[in-house]
């Protein structure tokens, strides 16, 4: 059964510092790596993802990374604040049964954001 | 706009009865998921429909059973429920095919089963 191995499992991080999120993959059917946040009581919200030829992809406070010969890829946090505090979820394509849209989740990061 | 609504939000069924989950989406979206979430699990893909008319089997189907009604309703029905299908249930949808938009989740459906 293909996973993500996501990273860490809970995180703690003082306001202004910086969150970093890993995960690693097997096999996958396309380079599109997105990221998922979800508040308490609400469902996953697409956060940032990183589309197939590109290595890395900012959006204000939120990076992507991806490195393909390690099969890895990252979100960091800059500035990290206290509404940040939430579960990030990281994906992937399966081969098997994979198309386009069609996610596995990692388990989830819980972060806090300690003012 | 509502996006993705499930129906209902909360829900205690007692060992062997039946339910279906509703889902619906108002975006024209192609594919519809369901998801589970379990502490410490993340979301586990149950089912999901590439497109009206199809469905296929995700990472844990057993107990579930789904129908794709029309382009925006996809429902989940447990036959016989059992304690360990306790768990809050995601229903997403997507373009499908395309990597522009990702999934619109709805707010989710939490269910126990005693």
């Known amino acids: 059964q293909q996973q993500v191995k996501q990273s860490p499992q809970s995180l703690i991080v003082q306001k202004g510092g910086i969150s970093i999120i890993n995960c690693a993959y097997e096999n996958t059917a396309f380079d599109y790596f997105p990221w998922y946040q979800q508040f308490p009581g609400k469902g996953p919200a697409l956060l940032i993802a990183?589309?197939?030829?590109?290595s890395e992809k900012k959006e204000g406070r939120f990076t992507i990374s991806f490195n393909k010969s390690a099969k890895q890829f990252s979100l960091h946090i800059m500035d990290s604040q206290p509404g940040d505090s939430a579960t990030y979820f990281c994906a992937f394509t399966p081969v098997e049964g994979g198309s386009q849209g069609n996610l596995i989740f990692g388990k989830g990061t819980k972060l806090s954001v300690k003012p | 706009n509502a996006g993705v609504t499930q129906t209902p939000k909360f829900q205690v069924l007692k060992t062997g009865q039946s339910m279906t989950l509703q889902c619906a989406q108002d975006?024209?979206?192609?594919?519809m998921y369901w998801y589970r979430q379990d502490p410490g699990m993340g979301l586990r893909l149950i089912y999901y429909s590439a497109s009206e008319g199809t469905t296929d089997k995700g990472e844990v189907p057993n107990g579930y059973n789904v129908s794709r009604l029309n382009k925006r309703e996809f429902s989940l029905r447990l036959e016989s429920a059992a304690p360990s299908q306790t768990s809050v249930y995601f229903c997403?949808?997507?373009?499908?095919?395309?990597?522009?938009?990702?999934?619109?989740f709805g707010s989710g459906t939490r269910l126990t089963v005693v």
């Open positions: 990183i589309r197939p030829d590109v």
């Open positions: 997403a949808s997507s373009e499908g095919g395309s990597f522009d938009y990702g999934y619109t």
């Open positions: 975006m024209n979206h192609n594919s």
